[in-house]
Nanobody
Framework: QVQLVESGGGLVQPGGSLRLSCAAS????????MGWYHQAPGKQREWVAT???????NYADSVKGRFTISRDNGKNTVYLQLNSLKPEDTAVYYC??????????WGQGTQVTVSS
């Protein structure tokens, strides 16, 4: 069992920035990939970014150049730096952790609202 606790969401004006954090509890299982998805009202959950345990990153086209994913393996924490935010980035952001058993665990979600 892995518990993920997210923080850092909030209300920000267009063009602003936020930093999301997601801390995973200690686990007997090794954590491999970690990442973020978001879900806007009335839409399906969509992939945003992934980072491997070795630090390789991938991004959805919609966020490339604006969002940066990083992680601290010692703290089992993944971060998402959101810059140049747009109203269409408004969504609940969920982090995930993939463990050695092949299971994916999810955080509870944190709301990001981009509005003037």
């Amino acid at each position: 069992q892995v518990q993920l606790v997210e923080s850092g969401g909030g209300l920000v004006q267009p063009g602003g920035s936020l930093r999301l954090s997601c801390a995973a509890s200690d686990s007997i299982y090794r954590i491999y990939d970690m990442g973020w998805y978001h879900q806007a009202p009335g839409k399906q959950r969509e992939w945003v970014a992934t980072i491997t345990s070795g630090g390789r990153t991938n991004y959805a086209d919609s966020v490339k150049g604006r969002f940066t994913i990083s992680r601290d393996n010692g703290k089992n924490t993944v971060y998402l730096q959101l810059n140049s935010l747009k109203p269409e980035d408004t969504a609940v952001y969920y982090c995930h952790a993939d463990v050695s058993t092949g299971r994916r665990y999810w955080g509870q979600g944190t709301q990001v609202t981009v509005s003037s």
